[in-house]
């Protein structure tokens, strides 16, 4: 069968997404997660059952329970199967999990993604698209950020395997001809979110009445970006393959393209909004005021995240992002009926 679409971490928030869009759009899919625990495995179950259930046209689901340390299983299935692209949504996410347990993100993020690269390489896959992180800004301070900037001073491990996956995409894309297109993901919320992000954290501490910690006495400000813009742009990008930068000047290189097809975008809402503001959006959905407890920035947390979005839409032209309020309430409306 052709037009396969390996997509990894489909039990997850983002991975979910995708797959149920690319499903609707009649694409072959195959889902690979090893729905491991570091949140609620019953939410990546629920996830899977949408997607097991899913109303198929002519085309294909098929999921596979695979950790991508397992190199072999991964090559088994990809010499199956013969994807001519592949989305890599797996890892090890979340910034303060990495100072508990950087083994976690050395493993999936960096050998995994090894393994990722080894397999598109063997079984000849035409196009990769791999998740990377807003947080490779690290302690940058100028906003927006744009592709161009310099990304060498990451603030956490995860983002120093963020950076990493970066670099190691585009050594394939110069020895090998992958094409690979990262995909700087900011601050994804809405329904189905992940239990360790902020909006989920919030929304369930407002709902039962306790304590919602603000880091940095709220001195912060995120690109909040709404789960259907960021799958609008990943599907985009999808049909639009890297390509070279005929442009590229090796003596002034620009961080994001290549003379090999490989390119880096800001995958983020272009309005950057204050976390204090973000939780009053909430407040106002839910009808409650919260009860805020301040303190002080947690380390490897960055302070202001703002995307600069010229380059993705001189790309794919997409600047349709859903405003805060209206995906606030697609979010809030989700949780109460998920969670009862
Ligand atoms: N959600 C965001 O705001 C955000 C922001 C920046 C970057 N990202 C990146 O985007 C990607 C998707 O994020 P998400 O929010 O959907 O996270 P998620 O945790 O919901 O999804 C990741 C999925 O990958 C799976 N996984 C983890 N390690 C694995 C391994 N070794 N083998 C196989 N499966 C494994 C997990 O079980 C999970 O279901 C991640 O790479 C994340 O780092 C997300």
């Known amino acids: ?29 195959i889902g690979i997660d090893n729905i491991n625990d570091y949140y609620d495995i019953n939410l990546k ?20 329970k695979i950790d991508l340390e397992n190199k072999n299983a991964l090559l088994k ?3 199956k199967y013969n994807p001519k692209t592949v989305v890599n949504l797996a890892a090890q ?41 807003s947080s490779v800004y690290g302690g940058n301070t100028k906003v927006p950020f744009s592709e161009s900037d310099s990304v060498n001073h990451p603030v956490s491990l995860y983002a120093a ?14 020895l090998f001809g992958l094409s690979c297109t990262g995909l700087r993901f900011f601050t994804v919320y809405g329904p189905w979110g992940r239990p360790d992000m902020a909006p989920m954290i919030f929304t369930k501490a407002i709902l039962s ?40 000047n090796r003596n002034n290189p620009n961080p994001s393209t290549s003379w090999n097809n490989h390119r880096i975008f800001n995958l983020g809402n ?23 407890q301040f303190e002080n920035m947690q380390p490897g947390d960055v302070q202001n995240t703002a995307s600069n979005c010229s380059s993705l839409n001189e790309w794919i032209g997409f600047t349709d992002y859903t405003p805060l309020k209206k995906g606030v309430k697609y979010f809030i409306k989700w949780y109460k009926d998920f969670y009862k």
């Open 1 to 29: 069968m052709s037009n396969i679409i390996i997509v990894t971490g489909a039990a997850g928030f983002i991975g979910f997404h995708l797959c149920k869009k690319l499903l609707e759009n009649g694409t072959n899919v």
């Open 45 to 64: 179950e629920k996830r899977l059952d949408i997607l097991n259930k899913f109303p198929l046209k002519n085309n294909m689901w098929e999921f596979f």
């Open 77 to 79: 299935v990809f010499e």
């Open 93 to 133: 996410a979340g910034v303060r999990y990495s100072l508990k347990n950087p083994s976690a993100y050395i493993y999936s993020n960096i050998v995994g993604f090894s393994n990722i690269l080894e397999a598109c390489k063997i079984n000849e896959v035409k196009n990769l698209l791999y998740a990377s992180s």
């Open 161 to 174: 395997t963020k950076l990493s996956n970066e670099l190691m995409a585009h050594s394939y894309s110069h």
């Open 209 to 248: 009445n306790q304590p919602i910690k603000i880091f940095n006495n709220g001195d912060m400000s995120r690109s909040f970006t709404y789960i259907d813009d960021i799958i609008e742009m990943t599907y985009k990008l999808i049909n639009k393959p890297a390509t070279p930068d005929y442009k590229f």
């Open 270 to 292: 272009e309005n950057s909004i204050k976390l204090l503001d973000f939780i009053q959006l909430l407040e106002d959905e839910l009808q409650i005021e919260s009860f805020k």
